[in-house]
């Protein structure tokens, strides 16, 4: 079945430097959207795109349906930056299949 | 106010026990979804719902049943507890905002079967 494999699966920064996240999709997807799971269990979204890119802050996030890939880059990381990231795709109207997460620990 | 509420938010049962997990929400969706999250394994879908009624199996719905009577509530439904059911689990609602077709999370409800 469609699948959403997201990489890596864990990731140490220190404050102040950055990375990307990604998520890859064995088929084509509608839509992608980025949640981070705060130290509640919260799921918070992040972004939501059907195409290109959108930034808030310290996070930018592009998504390409040709290329089957999302990415969530993180730029000067904050230690409240840790915690889960997911992806999250729909091929279809209503389906919406997650990837197994990134731990992120954002060290002092 | 857009919110999906879920409740219980942590519940602890016996094995074979029945459980009741309710999502409710306030913004007239009308799809929504349950999902659970375990370690490693990121959320699994396990029932979609179109609309009042009208519900389609996710990609683990066994040992689970749901229930929507009303397009703002959607319960899920455990008739006999296992512990490998130990989860916690999430419900979504989902609908048209300014950025697009956004997923809109409850909580989570911790449960635990013993």
């Known amino acids: 079945g469609d699948q959403v494999e997201q990489s890596p699966s864990a990731l140490s920064l220190h404050e102040g430097t950055g990375s990307a996240l990604r998520c890859n999709f064995t088929?084509?997807?509608?839509?992608v959207q980025w949640f981070r799971k705060n130290s509640r269990g919260s799921l918070i979204n992040l972004f939501y795109?059907?195409?290109g890119t959108k930034e808030n802050g310290r996070l930018k996030s592009a998504f390409d349906s040709k290329e089957r890939y999302s990415t969530l880059h993180i730029r000067d990381a904050q230690l409240e930056d840790s915690g889960t990231y997911f992806c999250?795709?729909?091929?279809?109207?209503?389906?919406?299949?997650f990837g197994k997460g990134t731990h992120l620990h954002v060290l002092p | 106010d857009m919110k999906v509420t879920q409740m219980p938010r942590y519940l602890i049962k016996r094995m074979g026990e029945n459980v009741l997990l309710e999502c409710g929400q306030d913004?007239?969706?009308?799809?929504m979804y349950w999902y659970r999250q375990d370690p490693g394994l990121g959320l699994q879908l396990i029932y979609i719902?179109?609309?009042?009624?009208?519900?389609s199996e996710g990609d683990i719905p066994k040992g689970y049943r749901v229930s929507r009577k009303k397009r703002e509530h959607f319960s899920l439904i455990l008739d006999s507890a296992k512990t490998n059911q130990t989860s916690v689990y999430f419900c979504?609602?989902?609908?048209?905002?300014?950025?697009?077709?956004?997923?809109?999370f409850g909580e989570g409800s911790r449960l635990i079967v013993v």
């Open positions: 979504a609602s989902r609908g048209q905002t300014h950025s697009g077709n956004t997923l809109y």
């Open positions: 088929t084509t997807m509608r839509a």
């Open positions: 795109l059907a195409s």
């Open positions: 999250a795709a729909s091929s279809n109207a209503y389906k919406v299949i």
């Open positions: 913004m007239s969706h009308e799809t």
């Open positions: 719902s179109y609309d009042v009624d009208s519900n």
